[in-house]
């Protein structure tokens, strides 16, 4: 990547505009908290993270460990080690659900979704059991956010 992309790609993403203390000084996002836009700019608020601050948010995963390979199945709802996650699970009976009822956000950037990989969309379905793929690596402290309709519990 040339020095232009490095920025808007690494460098950028670090730098949350707010009017918050978000961190107390940690260098960390407080706990069961998540950001979510204000519609103005880029400027972002910290709201809890169960209730999504009266929004449908339903989970919330902060990838915590090294980076993922583009492509690589991950489970929303169980992720496994290097994630911390919030919120309940969501559940998505087919690719067609998932498409059509589901917003998945990266870093705040809401993603283009698609019934499988070969669309060569942003994040793709896998199986209903909660589990997409990305069309692009997921980096430590990368946050996924997925809205869904329907839920478990």
Request: overall charge negative; hydrophobic content about 40%; glycine content about 12%.
């Amino acid at each position: 990547m040339g020095a232009f992309e490095d920025f808007v790609n690494l460098e950028l993403p670090k730098r949350i505009a707010t009017n918050e203390h978000i961190d107390n000084g940690t260098g960390n996002l407080l706990a069961n908290k998540f950001l979510r836009t204000t519609g103005i700019g880029i400027l972002v608020e910290t709201v809890d993270a169960v209730t999504g601050g009266g929004s449908p948010l339903r989970r919330v995963i902060n990838r915590t460990g090294s980076t993922i390979v583009a492509d690589t199945p991950i489970d929303i709802n169980s992720p496994g080690a290097g994630w911390v996650t919030a919120g309940v699970d969501v559940l998505f009976a087919d690719s067609s659900e998932f498409v059509e009822k589901v917003q998945v956000f990266h870093n705040g950037v809401l993603q283009l979704s698609a019934t499988d990989g070969t669309a060569d969309n942003d994040v793709y379905f896998v199986s209903a059991s909660g589990t997409i793929a990305f069309e692009t690596k997921i980096r430590k402290n990368d946050v996924v956010q997925v809205w869904g309709v329907t839920t478990s519990g």
